[in-house]
């Protein structure tokens, strides 16, 4: 799956403006919850059981009977289904609900003689058969005696189907299981779901799916584990001039069933695949398409979003990138064709169904006149995000869910490389290293982080399962895995990759499986060039430098994978000691999960001395002594060139002088990446108690002469948490002084570049920049930058016109709003209420929370529930929360209907973490502490779901914000004045 909302490129400070307008939403949001929750009063809400022939066990009391294992037992193994679906796209006359239908036939082979069947089942009801039960079994071996049903019923804890049988199934043979059932097609966003949308006045529904990772069962019966790969026949029936797709090549034809003259459209079959890979969709939306090599390609969406060309940037990026990963991989693409489609209400960023593609609109639809470079950007890194699953994750898919991390890791790792075939000029492979590894870094940096491996045994239930999808999985694994590919040479990564794809094609593998094969390259490769008398059972061979590899990759590999978070290296170049340290935020908190390493990993450093590139380094054990690092005189050290490596580094504190001075005459000695990486890195480390703040605070000294992205980027990252922490005392005054200082420069170096704001910057990474010059200008209160916010935006105002660029519109608008008053807030929300594009609809929405106007709330026209889409909700309130009066009233709201939220977002959504990360994260008081560990206890009984990790994390992370401002606070402000003292 494609990251989900966290992902989203920087709207660079945007966010953090201060505003209460999106109050409003959460008004809003109230309304939906209280009519909601009378709807649910008034029906029984559907649930499993509703017809059987047998009282389901309810009982939640763990039990040996195998109906209450969450795993299925491996006695039954698929080989194909027969499946006909038939989703309603107007309510049920009766119910009001609308539905699906639906009749499958799934052939099995016993593996185990068993009188027992399970498969997987979910908020689905049966039709009674002319047998008196849910489902009915025949043979498919004749003259094999078929056991009868002796009792059927819904286990729905657990999510199934059961039968229980007369006699035993037969090792060997084979069996069909037919079911005929209906569902319920409501706007859930999982399983077989609609999402809605107004089309020149008129409502229109669409029948989508996402089943990662375990919402296929709420479509129809399956085996809905991973490793039970199988074949698909799919057929859809729908209405006349809608059009059907799901993974295979379609053939449609019109039928008439029960009197409904209708469309019946009939799949290829599929590869042999996993369930949580299929999608069934049913639309009028439209599309384009071109041929690559054979392969057909096709862009679709609503009709107008196709009419006005917004699907030609996906589709002319898709060649280019399939053809890429199919030398990347070497093997050609699976499957005749590949759907790409953009959805108006989905969860995550988007999700790689084989052949058929779901994107949130905003990941796939590319406007001129109104997509920013950034929202560009995540275009072309979501498809290559997605297309790379089509073999890592789609051809060969990991055994279970504990090594979603591979998959997932992987495909965020290799995105970056797609999309820099897409886009070369960009260098958007260096922004790996903000948009992951130093995001990562913040949560795995916590005591309470996880490894990124889990035992299979830990991961059982649908929420266990979900819990996965999370920063750790995506970004760290993408970490590793390009370090991983560093140590060993691009060349070697993808031969391993290249031989492990084409052993486990069209099946399933574990992560050591892919380690087996990068080592068997790595030897081979050192047999057959540097080393010929080295023979293939030399444990660990030799990276490209010749240097000897400390260990295998396995062990290596381990290292990473098995423990969670990561090390600080400490050089000290006054003697050459190198070591190494579990980094923690809050050192004094309590690490309590056991390391089978110690906490100590095996860290390949690349480093550079007073500029020269030396030969790498690989510290293993707690220290070690490297002559090569001591620094004489003049000279100067830096560790982690390009950030390849997985940790921070620290240093003596001479080097640390001799660094921050440099930076601030020399700057350009130190790689740009890097520059990013000192900031914060020492940031981070001065947080941890390693280093002192004002040490951080001098690595933004040279700022004012810094012109990169990607240093300023990570500046204000950082400058974010002082931000939060102190704007609500007297430290805030100074801090803007002193940044608006610095970024004064930065804001005329862009005024004349572009002639006056009149031209956009050439450069991605210098448009970038240009966004944070304005918004940092205009947040420390640069008139200059103010004004011109506020006449961009009336002039849009008063023409209709809106001239403002693409890039510029996030900050912009939320600038002006933040600067004005009603009408400014009033005009936005009428733009965002009519706003056709997802793209532009996102920016509006995040601006109105800028606004600094609280009565706006009271105004009656914005309790319109139909205004917030469910997939926003969560990051409206994050929005809502990043304001300080907003923060309170969106902790409350969270507070008081928490068990609403996760009923309501609980099953598919995978952004319960970030929707409470985002509401605490301004934390820093005793009091915002208890209130957290009261709402952890009041709803223990509730649980967290995908959110019960960050729960924790927040718990921890206050406590370290309380100890942090107490230590840090008088510091920070005697520094900020004497940097802006003014000077004679
Ligand atoms: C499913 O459909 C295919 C193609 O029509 C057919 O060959 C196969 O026998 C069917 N299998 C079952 C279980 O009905
Ligand atoms: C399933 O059955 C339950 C209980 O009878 C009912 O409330 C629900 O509406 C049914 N769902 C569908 C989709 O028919
Ligand atoms: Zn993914």
Redesign the pocket.
């Known amino acids: 799956m494609g990251k989900g909302f966290y992902i989203s490129k920087p709207v660079g400070i945007v966010s953090i403006i201060l505003c209460a307008g999106a109050l409003a939403t959460i008004i809003a949001l109230s309304v939906v919850y209280s009519e909601e929750k009378a709807k649910n009063n008034n029906q029984v809400s559907p649930t499993d059981g509703g017809t059987t022939s047998k009282p389901p066990v309810t009982t939640l009391a763990p039990s040996n009977e195998p109906w209450d294992k969450y795993r299925l037992p491996k006695n039954l193994v698929p080989?194909?289904?027969?499946l006909t679906l038939w989703p309603r796209l107007t309510p049920d006359l009766t119910t009001g609900l609308y539905i699906f239908t639906g009749e499958s036939?799934?052939?099995f082979e016993t593996t185990e003689e068993t009188d027992l069947i399970l498969i997987h089942s979910s908020k689905l009801n049966y039709t009674i058969l002319e047998n008196g039960h849910l489902a009915r079994l025949t043979s498919?071996n004749s003259g094999v005696r078929v056991p009868l049903i002796k009792v059927s019923w819904l286990q729905s804890v657990t999510q199934y189907l059961v039968l229980q049988l007369d006699g035993k199934l037969m090792t060997g043979h084979r069996y069909?299981l037919?079911t005929k059932f209906t569902g319920e097609l409501a706007d859930d966003l999982g399983g077989f779901y609609r999402s809605e949308y107004m089309e020149d006045g008129v409502k229109k529904v669409v029948a989508t799916t996402q089943m990662q990772p375990t919402d296929a069962r709420k479509a129809f019966p399956c085996f809905d584990e991973p490793a039970m790969k199988a074949i698909f026949?799919i057929t859809l029936i729908h209405d006349r001039g809608t059009v059907a797709l799901s993974n295979g090549e379609e053939k449609g034809y019109p039928v008439t069933i029960d009197n409904q003259h209708v469309q019946k459209t009939v799949f290829e079959?599929t590869e042999k695949m996993s369930t949580y890979l299929l999608a069934f969709i049913v639309s009028d939306f439209d599309f384009i398409n071109n041929t690559i090599d054979g392969v057909w390609i096709r862009i679709f969406a609503r009709k107008p979003a196709i009419a006005a060309g917004q699907g030609e940037y996906a589709l002319n990026k898709t060649g280019p990138i399939l053809k890429f990963f199919e030398k990347y991989y070497n093997s050609s693409y699976p499957l005749p064709k590949s759907d790409q489609i953009a959805l108006p209400d989905f969860n995550a960023g988007a999700m790689e169904n084989w052949g058929l593609i779901t994107y949130r609109e905003t990941a796939l639809l590319y406007d001129k006149e109104f997509s920013s470079n950034s929202n560009k950007q995540r275009i072309a890194t979501i498809i290559a995000h997605e297309l790379a699953h089509m073999w890592f994750g789609n051809l060969v898919t990991l055994r279970w869910w504990n090594d979603l991390w591979l998959n997932e890791g992987f495909a965020s790792y290799v995105e970056y490389l797609g999309a820099h075939e897409a886009e070369p000029d960009w260098n958007v492979k260096d922004l790996i290293v903000l948009g992951d590894v130093h995001r990562v870094f913040a949560v795995d940096a916590l005591a309470s982080s996880h490894p990124l491996s889990s035992k299979e045994e830990d991961i059982q239930k649908p929420a266990q399962i979900s819990e996965l999808f999370d920063a750790i999985s995506y970004s760290k694994g993408a970490s590793v895995l390009r370090m991983l590919s560093d140590f060993l040479t691009e060349e070697v990564f993808t031969m391993g990759l290249r031989t492990y794809l084409s052993e486990f094609a069209f099946g399933n593998a574990v992560y050591t499986d892919l380690w087996k094969h990068l080592q068997m390259c790595l030897c081979t490769r050192i047999s057959r060039t540097l080393r010929p008398t080295v023979n293939i059972i030399f444990p660990q061979a030799v990276d490209a430098n010749g240097t000897e590899l400390p260990d295998t990759v396995h062990n290596i590999m381990n290292t990473w994978v098995l423990q969670m978070g990561f090390p600080v290296v400490t050089i000290d170049t006054k003697t050459g000691v190198v070591s190494q340290k579990h980094f923690l935020l809050d050192p004094d908190s309590e690490v309590t999960a056991p390391s089978p390493f110690n906490y100590e990993w095996i860290v390949p450093i690349k480093w550079m001395k007073t500029g020269a590139v030396q030969s790498p380094y690989w510290l293993r054990g707690k220290s070690a002594t490297n002559d090569a690092m001591k620094a004489l005189g003049t000279e100067w050290v830096l560790a982690n060139l390009n950030v390849v490596g997985y940790y921070r580094v620290n240093y003596d504190e001479e080097n640390w002088g001799g660094i921050t001075g440099l930076l601030i005459l020399f700057f350009k000695l130190i790689p740009v990446i890097n520059r990013a990486q000192l900031v914060d890195d020492a940031f981070n480390l001065a947080r941890a108690k390693i280093i002192s703040t004002v040490l951080a605070l001098n690595t933004t000294k040279y700022l004012d002469k810094e012109r990169e992205y990607m240093p300023w980027e990570s500046a204000l990252n950082n400058l974010d948490f002082f931000y939060l922490m102190f704007d609500r005392s007297e430290v805030y005054g100074p801090m803007q002084d002193y940044l608006r200082k610095q970024v004064t420069p930065l804001f005329n170096y862009y005024k004349t570049l572009t002639e006056n704001w009149s031209k956009v910057p050439d450069g991605h990474m210098d448009q970038y920049n240009q966004v944070n010059a304005i918004s940092l200008a205009c947040r420390t209160g640069l008139e200059e930058c103010q004004n011109l916010a506020k006449t961009w935006f009336k002039q849009w105002m008063d023409t209709n016109n809106n001239q403002i660029h693409p890039n510029l519109r996030s900050t912009v608008y939320c600038n002006a709003i933040a600067a004005s008053g009603a009408n400014e807030w009033e005009f936005a929300w009428s733009q965002f209420k009519n706003a056709t594009i997802a793209t532009e609809a996102d920016k509006l929405r995040s601006a109105l929370a800028c606004t600094k106007q609280p009565w706006l709330l009271n105004r009656s026209y914005t309790l319109d529930p139909k205004m917030i889409r469910k997939q926003d909700a969560t990051s409206t309130i994050v929005y809502i929360a990043n304001n300080v009066i907003g923060q309170s009233l969106a902790w409350d709201f969270v507070r008081a209907r928490w068990s609403y939220i996760f009923t309501q977002y609980g099953g598919g959504s995978f952004s319960f973490s970030n929707l409470i990360n985002g509401v605490t994260k301004r934390f820093s008081t005793e009091f915002e502490l208890q209130q957290l560990k009261q709402f952890k206890e009041d709803n223990a009984e509730v649980g967290f779901g995908s959110g019960t990790l960050a729960v924790d994390q927040s718990i921890e992370r206050t406590t370290a914000n309380i100890k942090w401002i107490a230590e840090n606070k008088q510091n920070v402000l005697n520094w900020f004045r004497d940097e802006t003292k003014p000077v004679f």
């Open positions: 080989d194909h289904y027969n036939t799934v052939e498919v069909h037919y026949y079959p």
